[in-house]
C-alpha cells in the first residue's frame, strides 16, 4: 500500500494536517523536519545556524532516500523546501500520494508570523519573504504534486475527508480513478 506525502509552504498546514489523517487512517505519521531533528540531536533552526541550509537540504535528500525501502503505508509531512530538489519530488512520487496543500499568502503570514523558529522567515519584511519564496515555489509544488488541495476555506476535517476520498481512488500507477 502507497503512502500518502503531503507537502506545501511553511504554514499551509501540513502536520495537523497530517496528524489528524494518519490518525484516521490508521497510518504511522512521518513529519520529516521532527526525524530529522531527531536524528542530528539538533533543532532546524540550529542545524542551519551551524552547518548551513545546504547540509540541512542534504540531511532531507538522506532522509527521503531511506524511506523508501520501508513500503509501511505511513502519512508524511515534509518541510516546505524539500520537494524543490528535482531529486527529492522524484523519490517522493515513488513513495506514494502527493498531496500538494495550497494555501494563499495572507493565510500563510497569519499563521507563521508568531513563530521564530523557522530560519528562512526570521528577517526582514515577513510579507515579502513569503510573497518572493512562495513565487519560487509555487511550481514545484505543483509539479510535484498528483493533487492539490486549496486550503483556506476548508476546516481541518474538511482537508482530510478530501484526501481520505483521494486515496481510496487512488491507484499504484499515480492515478485517481473515477
Ligand atoms: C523550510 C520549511 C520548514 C523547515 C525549514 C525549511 C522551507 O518546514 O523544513 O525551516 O524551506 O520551507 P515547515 O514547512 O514544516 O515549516
Known sequence: MDSIILIGF????????????AKELRFRFIDTDREIEKENHRKISKIFDESGEEYF??????YIRNLIPLRQP???????????????AGLL????????????????????????????????????????LL?????????????EISTDNLSLSDIVSEIINKYKRWDAAGRITS
Open 74 to 88: 505511513s502519512v508524511i509531512s515534509t518541510g516546505g523546501g524539500l520537494p524543490l530538489r528535482e531529486c527529492n
Open 10 to 21: 511553511m504554514g499551509s498546514g501540513k502536520s495537523s494536517v497530517g496528524t489528524l489523517l
Open 135 to 147: 513565487r519560487l515555489r509555487e511550481l514545484h509544488y505543483k509539479e510535484c504534486a498528483h493533487i
Open 93 to 132: 512520487r515513488e513513495i506514494g500520494m502527493v498531496v500538494y496543500l495550497k494555501a494563499e499568502k495572507d493565510t500563510i503570514i497569519n499563521r507563521v508570523k508568531k513563530d521564530k523558529n523557522r530560519p528562512l522567515l526570521r528577517a526582514g519584511d515577513l510579507e515579502k519573504q513569503v510573497e518572493d
Open 57 to 62: 537540504r542534504n540531511l532531507e535528500t538522506g
